[in-house]
């Protein structure tokens, strides 16, 4: 056995962290308190921006230190950030250390964050992607205030858009008709947002461990990739053929085109699918075009891809606006559907400028379009269109 093999000396399986979001008042403290009552969630580490009224009674509980800076826009200053990267590494110390013992984070945002941010962090961050993995986002909405928390706050439509999971909370407090029908209104317009995360109704006690932990890429009970459960392609496919069929996205609310912190006809979810193998560097140059053009605008990014010199070790991609997550190599395709299969939530940003630019790398031409047009007013030439020396 070569030293480098030694089990001593190999890195421990990542961490899964969770990332619990949601808008002010929309009960994620109470939710935590929930969750961790639960026998198989005692080693839990917990990490809060800020100590709600409820205080949680749990042994790993860590507040974030620094004061929370929001900017205008919705997203956090970078000392957060800071105060995060901190805040994980002393856990990690403490358990290294056997001072603590943990097997999973969550960590609890303040209300008014943009998860992007802290996203970003634990992809970027090389020590902490290697000892934790993202398990998933988990977004509290308020079914009392949540459509008109969604009519003001751009905050909370991104929090809900980049979700995994999305829990509604105070269902039981609209028992009238008249509540019934808000609460459908709010979980189509969740659905139309989001239409790859599933909606669990607290009150209901559908929130439970099972059904909000465990939803990144890799099935924690087999411990092997579910690529079609971490993708949910087949939902938001099912719900671009639906927008199709009844004449688009977004046209019906045009009642609202003045109020300009309306944001939900901002977002856009859709697929890209091919059965072609893709080169590996020609993949590397439509991510960092993609990046470097549209990088705010690409709320969550999540593939699969065939790659040409491997195709039968396809890569799998994370993404959140400008910044990859190291891409992983699976050993094997995980199930028939061998295809290259890439999942968009973007904002301000129409999917055809994506799918276009996905097809000019692949040498797709375009039939809809004159051929002159068509090589010449290509999304790879500088500022999109002809050259005009």
Do not use: H
């Given at each position: 056995m070569n030293a480098s093999d030694h089990p001593a000396r190999r890195p421990p399986p990542p961490i899964p962290l969770t990332?619990?979001?949601?808008?002010?008042?929309?009960?994620?403290?109470?939710?935590l308190n929930r969750l961790l009552r639960d026998p198989d969630l005692r080693d839990t580490a917990v990490l809060i921006n800020e100590f709600g009224e409820i205080a949680l009674d749990h042994l790993l509980v860590e507040k974030i230190?620094?004061?929370?800076?929001?900017?205008?826009s919705g997203c956090l200053c970078c000392n957060l950030r800071g105060d995060l990267v901190t805040a994980l590494e002393r856990l990690l110390r403490n358990l290294d250390n056997g001072r603590a013992s943990f097997k999973r984070v969550i960590v609890e945002t303040t209300g008014l964050a943009d998860p992007a941010p802290l996203l970003q962090t634990l992809m970027q961050h090389p020590y902490l992607v290697m000892r934790f993995r993202l398990d998933g986002v988990v977004t509290m909405v308020d079914a009392v205030n949540g459509t008109d928390t969604l009519d003001h706050h751009a905050e909370a439509v991104k929090q809900a858009a980049v979700a995994d999971r999305i829990v509604l909370t105070k269902t039981d407090l609209l028992a009238t008709p008249e509540g019934a029908a808000k609460r459908e209104a709010l979980v189509a317009r969740l659905r139309k947002l989001n239409p790859a995360a599933p909606i669990l109704d607290a009150a209901a006690g559908e929130a439970t461990p099972e059904a909000l932990l465990g939803c990144g890429?890799?099935?924690?009970a087999r411990k092997i990739p579910d690529v079609s459960r971490w993708l949910a392609d087949e939902a938001i496919a099912a719900a671009q053929s639906h927008e199709h069929r009844h004449g688009g996205h977004g046209h019906g609310h045009h009642d609202h085109h003045h109020d300009v912190n309306r944001h939900d006809d901002r977002v856009r979810a859709f697929t890209l699918a091919t059965d072609r193998a893709i080169p590996a560097a020609m993949l590397d140059l439509f991510l960092e075009l993609l990046r470097s053009s549209h990088g705010p605008k690409l709320?969550?990014?999540?593939?699969?891809?065939?790659?040409?010199?491997?195709?039968?070790?396809?890569?799998?991609?994370h993404g959140v606006q400008h910044v990859l997550h190291p891409a992983t190599q699976l050993s094997d395709w995980p199930d028939a559907d061998r295809r290259t299969r890439m999942v968009f939530i973007v904002r301000d940003l129409e999917p055809k400028v994506v799918e276009e630019l996905f097809d000019a790398f692949l040498g797709y031409t375009m039939p809809d379009r004159p051929d002159v047009a068509a090589l010449t007013d290509n999304p790879l030439v500088p500022f999109g269109g002809r050259d005009q020396r």
């Open positions: 990332l619990l979001t949601g808008f002010l008042g929309a009960g994620k403290t109470t939710l230190d620094g004061d929370m800076v929001v900017l205008s890429l890799y099935d924690p709320l969550r990014m999540k593939a699969i891809v065939k790659i040409e010199e491997s195709p039968d070790r396809p890569m799998v991609l």
